[in-house]
């Protein structure tokens, strides 16, 4: 069983930045690969990174690439995630959520993982 707590959340200005943290309860944390997804008002849940459990293998949504990244430190149970250059359409509920994932592989869709935190809102204002 793997609890996760999100924290980082808060209100910026547009340009600004933020980093969210994704901490973990749970021995086995290390072998998981774990995503960040978030849900803006009215809309789906959507895709935003994903890690894998070495943090060797990464991929980002077109929309933060190039502005958001995501990292952990498995000593500390820790999954980041660096949001810099924020728009005003990066405002949502930021949810981390983890499960195991053979090899060093990561999924994108929200069906394939188990384990959700509670989220954390980010507004950005323009």
């Known amino acids: 069983q793997v609890q996760l707590v999100e924290s980082g959340g808060g209100l910026v200005q547009a340009g600004g930045s933020l980093r969210l943290s994704c901490a973990a309860s749970g021995r086995t944390f290390s072998r998981y690969s774990v995503a960040w997804f978030r849900q803006a008002p009215g809309k789906e849940r959507e895709f935003v990174v994903a890690?894998?459990?070495?943090?060797?293998?990464?991929y980002y949504a077109d929309s933060v690439k190039d502005r958001f990244t995501i990292s952990r430190d498995n000593a500390k149970n820790t999954v980041y995630l660096q949001m810099n250059s924020l728009k005003a359409e990066d405002t949502a509920v930021y949810y981390c959520?983890?499960?195991?994932?053979?090899?060093?592989?990561?999924?994108?869709?929200?069906?394939?993982?188990?384990?959700w935190g509670q989220g954390t809102q980010v507004t950005v204002s323009s």
């Open positions: 959520a983890a499960d195991f994932r053979p090899g060093d592989t990561i999924a994108t869709t929200d069906r394939w993982y188990a384990y």
């Open positions: 890690i894998s459990w070495s943090g060797g293998s990464t």
